[in-house]
């Protein structure tokens, strides 16, 4: 499609992927709560005018944001405790926007060579080992139909949304230099991961890619998001015909990155709020095509009393919790709102205990919960785990350590460091077996930013429920 393009003589937008100031992005937007808003990109209408300029990227420097002291200062307070050697480089990468890294995560229902081309040609590389299988699925899912949609309850795709043409390749035209990888960062990932179908480009400078405008009838060929981001939805393991729930879904990355692993029978993205709702279904919109909307549904309802509506009609369920987003947190556009934010923080825990608890209903016996956040915070992360499991006799965590750290450490700097444990610990090949009170590292593993891995923060957790 992209030579297509040049041989028709279409319009060219040449794009040099250099380093440049970004404002700051949060990784992660607050879902089933109606708190303050969550970074400057938090607001889907402003995202949309950002985009809508035909994707181009211009030199102008955007303003620098200063940090909020009420929130760094409280940062330095609880990570330094809890975090040790860690923070000091954490912290350097949070008040340094230009250094964050982006990972690019290609749409499968979309034509995407020409994109894979160009992100290669600068120097980008897959994050997951890959599967064999063709970016385009097959005829149903490549080519989106041009038939007027139902609109149901649930319904997705509105009919001025369906494509009547494949979708085009973003005209972007690779810059004429390569970075070169460091060494260590040029073999294929570990192979003890599972091979996917989910294709992840990063990169080891923070090199940006335009965000594509939502235009109505054709499919986006890539979200850009935090790469950290991907690890809930790897440790979920979805696979073809099981149910799964998303149950905090705004904006809809982690449920598009489902839906690029595996077709499930069912994906129930659940958004209480209508504003970051409507958000969530445009994103849906722009990605997966109209044949999907029998296994892609919408809910309203509240994240807290899911589980009593629904118990035990899920195989798999994701809680991606509001939490107090660090990255967004700390550029607070003022003292008073950074403070209020802080006075805010101290009733999040009990929110994320119900919605696990919740989440924990909805799954069958045997099935599988994920719990995630984006805060280095022991409190919003391990203590919940533990709240939730000592009132949940049924449920029992699983070690994501060498599932998920080991053979992704080159990439990420994991930690299962909070107040109980010693010292931050580098993943080991060494198997560790006993209960969660012997074995505080089943409790969760901790994606802590630093220096050349910016990744994060994103702390992850897996509890099965027993049968």
């Known amino acids: 499609m992209y030579n297509y393009m040049l041989s028709r003589h279409c319009f060219l937008l040449t794009i040099c992927l250099k380093p440049r100031r970004i404002a700051p992005k949060a990784v992660c937007s607050v879902s089933c709560y109606t708190g303050p808003d969550h970074g400057p990109d938090a607001d889907p209408q402003l995202r949309e005018r950002r985009g809508a300029n035909k994707n181009q990227v211009t030199k102008r420097r955007r303003k620098e944001r200063p940090s ?4 760094l200062d409280n940062f330095d307070q609880q990570y330094s405790q809890e975090l040790g050697d860690l923070w000091p480089p954490a912290r350097a990468v949070l008040l340094d926007p230009h250094s964050w890294q982006y990972c690019v995560m290609l749409n499968r229902f979309s034509a995407v060579t020409g994109i894979t081309q160009i992100l290669q040609s600068q120097g980008f590389y897959t994050l997951l080992p890959q599967n064999s299988v063709s970016p385009l699925l097959c005829e149903d899912f490549s080519t989106i139909s041009n038939s007027k949609h139902q ?11 369906i494509s009547k ?8 035209q690779p810059d004429s230099s390569s970075h070169v990888l460091p060494q260590d960062l040029k073999s294929e990932p570990s192979l003890s991961l599972p091979r996917s179908t989910l294709q992840c480009y990063i990169h080891p400078y923070p090199l940006r890619f335009p965000s594509q405008a939502h235009r109505p009838g054709q499919l986006k060929q890539y979200y850009l998001l935090n790469a950290a981001s ?16 998303d149950l905090c879904s705004a904006p809809g990355g982690k449920a598009l990155a489902i839906m690029q692993c595996a ?4 994906l129930c993205c659940n958004e209480p709020d209508p504003h970051r709702r409507d958000w969530l279904s445009k994103t849906l919109e722009s990605f997966l095509p109209p044949s999907l909307t029998s296994r892609v549904t919408v809910s309203s309802q509240d994240g807290c009393s899911f589980g009593q509506s629904e118990t035990g009609e899920y195989d798999k369920v994701l809680v991606d919790a509001p939490c107090s987003n660090d990255r967004s947190w700390l550029y607070s556009s003022s003292s008073q709102q950074g403070e209020q934010r802080l006075k805010d923080r101290a009733r999040l825990p009990a929110l994320q205990a119900q919605l696990l608890r919740s989440a924990l209903t909805a799954v069958r016996p045997g099935g599988v919960v994920v719990y995630s956040t984006c805060t280095l915070s022991s409190s919003e992360n391990y203590a919940v785990v533990d709240s939730v499991l000592n009132d949940c006799p049924e449920a029992e965590p699983e070690d994501l350590w060498e599932e998920i750290a080991v053979p992704l450490s080159k990439y990420f700097t994991f930690s299962h460091a909070h107040p109980d444990l010693d010292t931050p610990q580098k993943p080991s090949l060494r198997p560790l077996n006993g209960s969660s009170s012997s074995n505080p590292r089943r409790l969760g593993i901790l994606v802590v930013p630093q220096p050349g891995r910016t990744w994060g923060p994103m702390f992850l957790s897996r509890i099965r429920r027993r049968k």
């Open 68 to 71: 909020c002291q009420p929130v």
């Open 151 to 161: 609109a149901g309850k649930y319904s997705l795709f509105r009919p001025d949304y």
């Open 165 to 172: 043409f494949p979708p085009n390749d973003f005209p972007l």
């Open 230 to 245: 991907l690890l809930p939805v790897l440790a979920l393991n979805v696979t073809d015909g099981e149910k799964v729930l």
């Open 263 to 266: 077709t499930p029978a069912l």
